[in-house]
């Protein structure tokens, strides 16, 4: 097995950090616990390219046990924890090539080693992966039955492949999942957005105004859990009927450069580029905090702010400041890059139980279903993503009613008459 990553001595942390997430992840254990005995994956070779973390590492064990030779890379330089990643190495034989803070050209090798496994089957977080193959790994494409993608910015990528037709295998759409988006995106980004931002400034937070990017279920859940500080929300939208949502729930909606006068924290999450630009640094106050909990650093202009600034300054780690002609001066956290993994330790294991479960079980089904299916993006299969809804109620100790016959017969009628 071959790796490259910080300190194999960090393992016994790592260990630890896993098994603690395990105790919050009782739907992917249970697949887990049945991958171990059916062997489902059996000498499959999968490529990864997803957040290592300890959340992460539980969905490579369940890959493991199923019988799957399995290799990770990082889909974001920042996002990576070097104990998660030994022990990865170290206790489940994961062949792991990540380095927290890793420089691009390193990511870049990183990404080139998992292809070098020839993997048959990519698990990717952005798309990165599946690019790679598609450009400059085109040999490579011989060996792949198919694909999941977990982020809205990786789907987006990959809509765009497959309208073009040049997408050359099937890739299951894990982000919109019903027990992904709705949990993982909404409460999952909600939470640990506020968490790295707490974490890196311990500013509080209540009293102060939130300028949110993007009202999706990302924005709009973490608009429920600025309100929730005590903060004042504005977004900015460019969806009318998102716009018009938000302002039902009754947050400020407003252009993107009226917002920056009042902004003491921006947060993007729209999956876009310069979302936040020179109109809005222009505008923005004094001290203002900016950050991205998108996928890619490209959401905020930060080439702008290189240009017009004439003084920049590490606060501390992953808090810089850059400071204006005017006097004025902005603050960017982890540099532009996810600041809920950078400065944080990303989503809970509890959402991302979900999440994982569809990646898990999608992997097995393209093993059973490859030759099937079209080269095109699919939807999770409806009995995957109820199946992992249900069975985390069960982990949950919740009950919920079912449907008499009568009820099934009256909802599939349309002439009560003869009920």
Known sequence: ???DIKDIALADDGLARIEWADRDMPVLASIRERF???????GVRIGACMH???ETANLMRALVASGAQVA??????LSTQDDTAASLVRDFGVSVYAIAGEDMETYEKHLEAVIATNPQIIMDDGADLDTALHTTFTDKLQHVIGGTEETTTGVVRLMSMAAEGTLAYPVFNINDANTKHCFDNHYGTGQSTLDGIVRATNRLLCGRTIVISGYGYCGSGLALRARGMGMNVIVCEVDPLKALEAHMEGYQVMKAQDAARFADVWVTV???CKVVDGPAFENMKDGAIVCNSGHFDSEINLEWLEQHAVKKEEIKPLVEEYTLADGRTVIVLAQGRLVNLACAEGHPASVMD???????LAAEYLRLHAGELENKVYDVPAAIDDGVARVKLETLGIEIDTLTEEQIKYMGSWNFATL
């Open 1 to 3: 097995m071959n790796h």
């Open 36 to 42: 171990e005995r059916e062997k489902p994956l059996e």
């Open 52 to 54: 290592v973390t300890t």
């Open 72 to 77: 990770l890379c990082a889909s974001n330089p």
């Open 270 to 272: 729209t999956g876009n």
């Open 354 to 360: 979900m999440s994982f479960a569809n990646q898990a």
